[in-house]
């Protein structure tokens, strides 16, 4: 599970770090993530340093079955949904044009899965919580996959 974090946090400083995706096999400098404006890999930089923060105390509150601190950070990864911040309209449809509208519905998929884990660990599931959880280390693999593959993953 360590490892699985630990791939997480790397991923999303690398997504942070590329400033989002890239879609081609071609070099980073060809990434279209490169055509975000800085505002916007500033919102994506901050949502994934904070993914990775709560991914960190989630796991550790797993493995103490810490259900009350698994809600809290569950509620940290949802609440750090970039479309709930201080995104303006133009700011989606940059994501929209830049990256593509599967991005974001992958982005917001994710954050339910958040509010699902939350819901886990309210009722003290901790089976729940732990297969929620496997599966957003599985969607954030994918999704780094498919728009940064560059990234290194850790194994």
């Known amino acids: 599970m360590k490892r699985k974090i630990a791939a997480l946090i ?9 400033g989002g995706a890239v879609l081609s096999n071609s070099g980073p400098e060809d990434a279209p993530a490169l055509e ?12 994934m340093l904070q993914l990775a923060v709560a991914g960190r105390g989630i796991e550790e509150a797993l493995a103490a079955e810490d259900h009350a601190s698994v809600q ?8 750090a ?11 989606l449809r940059e994501l929209e044009l830049v990256l ?3 991005f974001v519905e992958r982005d917001k998929e994710f954050h ?6 939350e819901a886990a660990a309210k009722a003290e599931d901790i ?3 732990r297969k929620i959880f496997g599966d957003m280390l599985r969607a954030c693999a994918a999704c780094h996959q498919d728009y ?6 850790l194994e």
Do not use: C, N, W, Y
């Open 72 to 79: 809290e950070f569950a509620s940290h990864m949802d609440k």
């Open 36 to 47: 975000l404006s800085d505002h916007m890999r500033g919102f994506l930089k901050d949502e």
């Open 127 to 129: 089976v729940g919580e």
């Open 10 to 18: 790397f991923l999303g400083t690398g997504l942070a770090v590329t």
């Open 100 to 102: 593509g509208k599967e």
């Open 112 to 117: 339910a899965m958040a509010r699902a884990l």
């Open 81 to 91: 949904f970039i479309m709930q911040q201080e995104v303006t309209t133009m700011d």
């Open 148 to 153: 940064a593959p560059e990234a290194p993953v």
